[in-house]
T-cell receptor, first 111, second 115 residues
Framework: TQLLEQSPQFLSIQEGENLTVYCNSS?????LQWYRQEPGEGPVLLVT?????EVKKLKRLTFQFGDARKDSSLHITAAQPGDTGLYLC???????????FGKGTKLTVNP | NAGVMQNPRHLVRRRGQEARLRCSPM?????VYWYRQLPEEGLKFMVY????????ESGMPKERFSAEFPKEGPSILRIQQVVRGDSAAYFC?????????????FGPGTRLTVL
């Protein structure tokens, strides 16, 4: 069983559209990170959220951590082809240093 | 990828050979983590090290795999007698000292292919 479930698994949209991807779990996390990974490269950190209900914005990206710290969402406004990539969520559980990863959402933004 | 260095980027080995993967953490970071990414699967934690100490190796296979982070030099992930199932991308991450250890910065990875 996957501790962190990401949905959708694949998403293909046109430039200019908005989208939301989700990261869900039945477990509580002390913090949650979102990464973007491009083919042949390592994950690049986008944001870390630590407080239940927290909302962080990074230009056109909005990240939310659920009140119960079990889930998170990433919303992209006016998507651009440069947003194409694999979006990964990863959580840390209290007392452990290791990150648990979801399988990712593969986003394609068509021009 | 914020300065975490990994080498080599690509490594090809025949079955039975040894693979050595190296990782230099970001400047000022003393915590190193190794993850493995198999095709069509997410990243899986392998081991967490600090200088000269293995803190958590709960994700390491029991045989053939070992890791170290010496006082001087890079962290090394060593795979002895490689098999085809070891083919994967291996990523190193580092985090700073202190309470921000949840935030990990990843290197570009080493892609291991076992023939």
């Amino acid at each position: 069983t996957q501790l962190l479930e990401q949905s959708p698994q694949f998403l293909s949209i046109q430039e200019g559209e908005n989208l939301t991807v989700y990261c869900n779990s039945s477990s509580v996390f002390s913090s949650l990170q979102w990464y973007r990974q491009e083919p042949g490269e390592g994950p690049v950190l986008l944001v870390t959220v630590v407080t239940g209900g927290e909302v962080k914005k990074l230009k056109r990206l909005t990240f939310q951590f659920g009140d119960a710290r079990k889930d998170s969402s990433l919303h992209i406004t006016a998507a651009q082809p440069g947003d194409t990539g694999l979006y990964l969520c990863a959580g840390a559980q209290g007392g452990s240093e290791k990150l648990v990863f979801g399988k990712g959402t593969k986003l394609t933004v068509n021009p | 990828n914020a300065g975490v260095m990994q080498n080599p980027r690509h490594l090809v080995r025949r079955r039975g050979q040894e693979a050595r993967l190296r990782c230099s953490p970001m400047k000022g970071h003393s915590h190193v983590y190794w993850y493995r990414q198999l095709p069509e699967e997410g990243l899986k934690f392998m081991v967490y090290l600090q200088k000269e100490n293995i803190i958590d190796e709960s994700g390491m296979p029991k045989e053939r795999f070992s890791a170290e982070f010496p006082k001087e030099g890079p962290s090394i992930l060593r795979i002895q007698q490689v098999v085809r199932g070891d083919s994967a991308a291996y990523f190193c991450a580092s985090s700073p000292i202190g309470t921000d250890r949840d935030t990990q910065y990843f290197g570009p990875g080493t892609r291991l292919t076992v023939l």
